[in-house]
């Protein structure tokens, strides 16, 4: 299967229908990339929940063990783990009791198989994007 992210167009409305975005592997070490990212996230009026096991909250907010403890729905899942640990997350992004709409795979990061099965069960996948680059460019 041939796969492209979607267009411009598609991530806007994709980011316009976003309210609460679980973020696995936010750190709560302010100089690392995936807490400027979230601490904008948050600052654009966005919900975020970190799953990150080694900590207990970042950006004043608790932090879960694994996406499967995560009991209320979320829209997206954005990731900031590498490639090799994309399967593991997807496999517990499946189990999930609520289903994200959308799972985005922050810059550098891909991997092909999770997305075919993300997309196989409805869920739009975006790969080797930074969401907050994409957001400043769109909005």
């Known amino acids: 299967m041939t796969y492209t992210n979607p267009d411009k167009l598609t991530i806007s409305n994709i980011l316009e229908q976003t309210n609460t975005i ?6 709560n070490k302010e100089y690392r990339t995936s807490y ?15 799953v990150n096991p080694n900590i207990e909250e970042s950006l ?4 879960y063990k694994s996406l499967l403890e995560i009991k209320e729905e979320i829209d997206m899942i954005n990731i900031f783990r590498r490639s090799h640990e994309i399967s593991k997350i997807t496999n517990q992004t499946l189990k ?8 985005w795979m922050q ?17 739009t996948t975006i ?5 907050k680059k994409v957001y400043e460019e769109i909005f």
């Open 36 to 50: 400027k990212i979230g601490e904008f996230l948050q600052n654009n009026n966005f919900t975020i929940i970190p």
């Open 22 to 27: 679980a973020i696995v592997g936010l750190s």
């Open 60 to 63: 004043g907010v608790k932090a």
């Open 96 to 103: 999930m009791k609520h289903l994200p709409k959308f799972f």
């Open 107 to 123: 810059e550098g990061i891909y991997d092909p198989t999770s997305r075919d099965k993300l997309t196989g069960k409805g869920i």
């Open 127 to 131: 790969q080797d994007l930074c969401i």
